[in-house]
């Protein structure tokens, strides 16, 4: 065996392999996505970029989950001949203020994505002396995903110091969508995409084989005979929303996807007009996507699950503020008897029965083995661990899920997750029982064997199944399969992903300038007489394995950690232009707007819409409002669904943050997010009309509705542009007020006269000084006064000057 030789990596500590040499040393050149299939040593690869990049600046190593980021670090330490105190982790479990220092100190930074974001945001670090950035699991980089934003500002930061930007992208399975891997390209700014599958040549030679079983199970009558009760009122769900007009066919293969693209359209349809068939279609949409979903535990699952899902469902029912659609179908006699016959038949799944038999077989063969099992649903993960124990102790079985806990789920904290890990691999447990938590973002090591209970359409999820098993040794995996069932679809559609997938970053070719994939041109009759008379080579994956150049590794380092030096005249040049810069952005810092931002809106789509503006935004704990724009100006920012909420919360009471939103600013403002119409509320129309009234004349707060978070930021932006640069308004947040100034006492006096509003008051004093001028003021000296008439001249001075009446 051969080992990399590097003076920063540790002798004997990496093997040579051809695939990744080749790919590292295009990655050290332009910014790249590498698609390896799990366990061929894509960190290796990230290894050998940074090892060559260190000399130019920091490191940051991404990955999506803190154990993740432990296991990457450890990985870096244990390879990479630097102090290893140099090699810090950045996450949540870090306080704030300790993470500038941690950053500060660091050559290399593994961190998790959102406290990078975070601390983007509140200043606290900056990107532009980062040579490289690594991003694993990159194909999370697409919509608001923290990836995306950190990308966008590594590239703007390192473009204000004149330096390339340099980022290696890492994931298994990139997706079969086109536009799916083209966004995630654009969002990296990858310039080409580095794919290898386990039948490569120079790949091939490190692949364990994987041993593939596929076990078809009969779905028992009595479990057919409850979906059939189920799909007989789905069908007639459907039939109510083809009647409505609004799905063109009945058809009960109606995917959870088309369900839930219907209930946005119809949430679209009901903010432009308020009509009763279009809430009964939205109420049915729910109806129809809970039966399906019932319909798939008992075809798929089993009763153990189909039994606490309907007892869920029958507590939002009988709850207060339980939805309608879950209310109609407990009253439908037959959902009633499929409950019934739930709670009733004393069989499971047979798929349980098949699982055992496979297990104990491999342990028959290899007592040491490793198995995971994997299912969609936690209520399922439960019910295998349970049966599995009546196997002890031949099988030990432990159930591994999520962080998130709900009333009836508890789920596992970080520490038990590692811990339940550490026992796994040393064999205190052998078969870890798993939901979509150990797919990626795990260290979870090789295993001989990976069951599905059952198959998934994501073929993402499906590669890296399967990715757990055969990286050491031979691996099999068994796929459990209900006849007649939507797992049968399931695996066909996953499969023909897969392939796709494959085919598309195969074709993809990736030019500096654009993102171009081959599907999009026209094929050419003879792809070899095509490229000799236009002189172009294809940019496929096959010809980048034949045009990758090997360079030695001893050659990236300057002499003695010493730069090139300048001459003298080139060096006073640079220092003039420096010093020229540095004026320029002193004064175009005293040009900045600035605005206040609450903490809580840190994870606002809002903040980043600002950052866009070159606003320089504040967090701070604001007592009042979310925003703050100027001296006078605090805003209070709410999404619909807020709005509605805070009407009916009490620890959320809107009317009060309003009322001491008006108190402490001059000019505030409310901003509402989105249709206050569209989507469910049980908040009667004329409590909304009520609440909005009040808002506007008790408070006097302006309302403005806007459609979304960017539409917020351009707003905020103007306003704060218009207070801060036109009006030469300075900013500054108000605290909550207990007590109200003298000015405010004296508006409050002159605003009290009837007739007499704020506005009118100001003019007043604003013209006569004080209180007792106004008062003494003769009508012709008020009617001189802006808005204050003949009218109104004449009650106020009727007001002061009649005798009491008792």
């Known amino acids: 065996m051969r080992f990399v030789e590097h003076p920063l990596i540790k002798e004997g500590s990496i093997e040579e392999r051809k695939y990744q040499i080749t790919i590292a040393e295009k990655a050290k050149k332009d910014s790249l996505m590498v698609v390896l299939p799990t366990g061929l040593g894509k960190t290796v690869i990230a290894a050998l970029v940074i090892a060559d990049k260190l000399r130019e600046g920091k490191i940051l190593f991404l990955a999506p989950t803190r154990p993740l980021v432990e296991q990457h670090a450890t990985f870096l330490r244990g390879v990479l001949n630097i102090e290893p105190t140099f090699i810090k982790t950045l996450t949540g479990s870090i306080p704030p203020e300790k993470r500038s220092e941690v950053w500060g100190n660091a050559k290399i930074v593994v961190a998790t994505p959102q406290v990078i974001e975070n601390d983007l945001l509140l200043g606290r670090i900056e990107l532009s002396d980062v040579a490289h950035v690594t991003f694993d699991e990159c194909h999370r980089a697409v919509g608001n995903y923290a990836y995306v934003f950190i990308s966008e500002k ?15 992208g890492m994931t298994a399975s990139p997706g079969s969508d086109e536009s799916r891997i083209m966004e995630i390209c654009k969002n990296l700014r990858i310039k080409f995409v580095e794919v290898r599958t386990e039948h490569d040549p120079d790949v091939a030679p490190y692949v364990f084989r ?39 066919r009945r058809r009960k293969d109606i995917t959870k996807t088309e369900l839930l693209e219907l209930q946005s359209m119809l949430q679209a349809k009901i903010s432009q007009e308020r009509s009763s068939a279009l809430y009964r279609a939205l109420s049915l949409q729910a109806e129809i996507l809970k039966l399906k979903h019932a319909a798939e535990l008992v075809e798929t699952q089993g009763l153990v699950a189909l039994r606490r899902y309907f007892e869920r ?18 009253k439908d006699e037959r959902v009633r008897r499929a409950v019934f016959l739930a709670n ?56 591994f899920v999520g962080q998130a806990s709900k009333p009836d789920d508890k789920g596992l904290k970080q520490k038990e997750q590692v811990e339940i890990i550490k ?7 052998n078969v870890l029982v798993a939901t979509s ?11 001989d064997l990976v069951v599905f209970y059952e198959p998934i359409p994501s073929e993402i999820r499906s590669i890296q199944r399967k990715g757990r098993a055969g990286r050491r040794k ?28 494959l085919r598309k970053i195969s074709e993809l070719s990736l030019e500096p300038d654009a993102l171009t994939p081959h599907a999009n041109a026209e094929p050419p009759a003879s792809a070899d007489t095509t490229a000799k008379e236009s002189g172009e080579t294809d940019v496929s994956a096959d010809s980048i394995k034949k045009k990758a150049m090997q360079k030695k590794l001893q050659d990236f380092f300057w002499r003695d950690g010493a730069e090139p030096k300048l001459g003298a005249a080139r060096k006073s040049k640079q220092e003039k232009k420096l010093k020229t810069e540095e004026k320029q952005n002193e004064s175009a810092e005293r040009e900045r707007i600035r605005i206040f931002v609450d903490q809580r809106e840190l994870r606002s789509q809002v903040i980043k819409f600002l950052m866009s503006f070159d606003v320089k935004l504040e967090f701070k704990n604001l007592d009042v409002g979310d925003y703050v724009l100027s001296s006078r100006v605090g805003v209070e920012r709410k999404t619909a669904v807020d709005f509605l909420t805070s009407l009916v919360s009490a620890e959320r009471n809107l009317l009060r943050q309003i009322k001491e939103l008006s108190e402490a600013y001059e000019r505030p403002l409310l901003i509402i997010e989105g249709d206050l119409k569209a989507g469910k509320t049980q908040i009667h129309p004329n409590a909304l009309r009520g609440a909005l009234a009040a808002i506007l004349t ?61 506005a009118v008051a100001r003019n007043l004093l604003r013209r006569f000084k004080t209180v007792e001028r106004v008062m003494t003021a003769s009508e012709e000296e008020l009617m001189s006064v802006e808005r204050v008439g003949a009218a109104t001249a004449k009650r106020i001075r009727q007001v002061l000057i009649a005798e009491y009446d008792d």
């Open 437 to 447: 938590v150990a797919e990626e973002g795990l260290d979870i090591p090789s295993t």
């Open 313 to 330: 469902l029958r507590n939002e029912a009988e709850s207060r503020g339980g939805s309608r659609a879950a209310k109609r179908l407990m």
């Open 423 to 429: 026992k796994f691999k040393d064999g205190e447990y």
């Open 474 to 501: 031979v691996g099999k995996v068994a796929i459990l399969i209900a006849k007649g069932t939507r797992d049968e679809a399931y695996y066909w559609l996953s499969r023909r992903k897969e392939l796709k997938m």
């Open 154 to 168: 590594y590239h703007e930061q390192r473009a204000a110091v004149s330096k390339k930007p340099l980022i290696l």
């Open 698 to 758: 008790d408070f006097g707060v302006p309302i403005v509705q806007v459609e979304d978070e960017r539409e917020t930021a351009a707003l905020l932006h103007a306003i704060a542009k218009r207070e801060q640069l036109e009006l030469k308004r300075d900013v500054s947040p108000h605290d909550r007020k207990t007590a109200k100034t003298l000015k405010e006492q004296q508006e409050y006096v002159v605003s009290a006269i009837p007739g007499v509003g704020v």
């Open 210 to 248: 994987k041993d593939f079983e596929w076990v078809r199970v009969d779905v028992p009558e009595e479990m057919k005979e409850i979906r059939s009760l189920l799909m007989q009122v789905l069908e007639e769900k459907l039939n109510e929303l083809y009647e409505l007009g609004i799905i063109k």
């Open 344 to 399: 009733v038949i004393d069989e499971e799944h047979p798929k349980l029965e098949v699982l055992k038999r496979i297990l104990k077989r491999q342990l028959m063969l290899n007592k040491t083995s490793r198995i995971m099992v994997f299912t969609n649903f936690r209520d399922t993960a439960e019910m295998i661990t349970a049966a599995l124990q009546e196997l002890y102790p031949h099988v030990r079985a432990v159930r």
